[in-house]
């Protein structure tokens, strides 16, 4: 089964509009961790959140904001005012407690975004 | 603070030959990790070192595959006896706690010709 599932191949938004990017995860740990990282075409990996699965307050860094709905097991992340420079490819991602036994970050499939001027 | 630093960023290579790539993690981070990545795909998990010990291995590192990290500092991935499918960019990374995100290097992008 997979553990991140995002369900949104691409995504369109207007310049300066909000734009919600959906990750669900599967786990039976208490204690994990969810992170959001973005990849422009150059191809590096950009780490943008970190929502803890204790951290009672939805993460928040700037324009990003993950929207953390522990019982549906999701961790969408919110970016507002989109900007030309966040059009890339957005991926979800969870590492697991010291219970799941590992140390591992396991990504899901990504969604690309497109921001239009 | 430095970056992760990936060396080579290109490789390309004959099918059958042998491949090694290097990693500089950041230099106060005692966890590093690798990663494959192909086109349309997330990254995926190959292994995992605390200081020099590897902890973690998927089951996609087969045999041909190791990885090094003999001072606990910069680590080797050694891929052997290449194959076209192992065509793909190679992503290093380095954090210092488990709760701490990971630093991701620019990758090697190898082709197997």
């Known amino acids: 089964a997979q553990k991140i599932t995002q369900t949104q191949p691409g995504m369109f938004v207007q310049e300066k509009e909000a734009v919600t990017l959906d990750c669900t995860y599967d786990?039976?740990?208490?204690?994990?961790?969810l992170f959001w990282y973005k990849q422009p075409s150059s191809g590096e990996m950009i780490f943008l959140i970190y929502?803890?699965?204790?951290?009672?307050q939805n993460a928040t860094e700037g324009r990003y904001s993950l929207n953390f709905q522990k019982a549906r097991k999701s961790a969408n992340l919110v970016i507002s005012a989109s900007q030309l420079g966040d059009s890339a490819m957005y991926f979800c991602a969870m590492r697991e407690g010291p219970e799941g036994g590992s140390e591992k970050l396991v990504f899901g499939k990504g969604t690309k975004l497109t921001v239009n001027p | 603070d430095t970056g992760v630093s990936q060396d080579p960023r290109h490789k390309i290579t004959k099918r059958g030959q042998n491949v090694t790539f290097r990693c500089d993690p950041i230099s106060e981070h005692n966890r590093l990790y690798w990663y494959r990545q192909t086109l349309g795909q997330g990254p995926e998990f190959l292994t995992y070192f605390q200081n020099e010990a590897q902890l973690e291995k998927s089951r996609l590192l087969s045999d041909r595959f190791s990885a090094e990290r003999p001072k606990g500092s910069f680590s080797t991935l050694e891929i052997q006896r290449t194959e076209q499918g192992d065509s793909a960019m190679y992503l290093c990374?380095?954090?210092?706690?488990?709760?701490?995100?990971?630093?991701f290097g620019n990758g090697t992008r190898l082709t197997v010709t």
């Open positions: 786990t039976s740990d208490q204690s994990y961790g």
């Open positions: 990374a380095s954090s210092s706690r488990t709760d701490s995100p990971l630093h």
């Open positions: 929502q803890g699965s204790y951290d009672e």
